[in-house]
């Protein structure tokens, strides 16, 4: 299996824009998906397939690749996207499914 | 619309298994797989497995070795995961997850199901 790897906190101003990343080795075969979780609620899928919104997520969430590096970047950052954000990507198998740590984010 | 129900809470004690059920609907239940995730209370998401309806395969993660089982009921459109010889540890909130056309890309979850063991 791989590993991906996720600062644990990140923040932002209100109406600033944060990136928050994932690095593995994965994930120059595989692409991210990010979830937003908030307590006492089921994940929420951001983003999938590198860079797509499912219908519903602001257009404010965008995902980026470059080598084994995944980043979500949220562009004016709203007090409703503080949350905890995971990655996710199958692992060099390809038949396992890992997530990253979690990034706690924090609107200011 | 696409929707999966699953049991109720669990309270168990440790050696002890737990069965939770998700019953899938909105859509043709063969051609999705079912994949279990958990969250332990402070801690992040960890992949359980997954398995196939249609066929009835599965992958499970290597942290659960022989512990884990999934299981499908094409009748009733419901996926199965037993959880065996638990341990506090395993107390966490249990979710099963649909992928989209990617199967990887979990666009639908369930309410989850919270296990508590515990003697």
């Known amino acids: 299996s791989s590993e991906l790897t996720q600062d644990p906190a990140v923040s932002v101003a209100l109406g600033q824009t944060v990136r928050i990343t994932c690095q593995g080795d994965s994930l120059s075969s595989y692409s991210a998906s990010w979830y937003q979780v908030k307590a006492g609620q089921a994940p929420l899928l951001v983003i999938f397939g590198i860079d797509n919104r499912p219908s519903g997520i602001p257009d404010r969430f965008s995902g980026s690749t470059s080598g084994i590096t995944s980043s979500l970047t949220i562009s004016g950052a709203q007090a409703e996207d503080e949350a905890d954000y995971y990655c996710s990507s199958r692992d060099s198998s390809g038949t396992h499914l890992v997530f990253g740590g979690g990034a706690k984010l924090t609107v200011l | 619309q696409v929707q999966l129900v699953q049991s109720g809470a669990e309270v168990k004690k440790p050696g002890a298994s737990v069965k939770v059920s998700c019953k899938a609907s909105?859509?043709?239940?063969?051609?999705?797989?079912i994949h279990w995730v958990r969250q332990a209370p402070g801690q992040g998401l960890e992949w359980l497995g997954m398995?196939?309806?249609?066929?009835?395969?599965?992958d499970y993660a290597q942290n659960f070795p022989d512990r884990v089982a999934m299981t499908r009921d094409t009748s009733t459109h419901t996926v199965y995961m037993e959880l065996s010889s638990l341990r506090s540890e395993d107390t966490a909130v249990y979710y099963c997850?649909?992928?989209?056309?990617?199967?990887?890309?979990?666009?639908?979850w369930g309410q989850g199901t919270l296990v508590t063991v515990s003697s």
């Open positions: 997850a649909r992928g989209g056309s990617d199967q990887w890309d979990f666009h639908h």
């Open positions: 909105g859509y043709t239940f063969t051609h999705y797989n």
């Open positions: 398995i196939n309806p249609y066929g009835g395969s599965t």
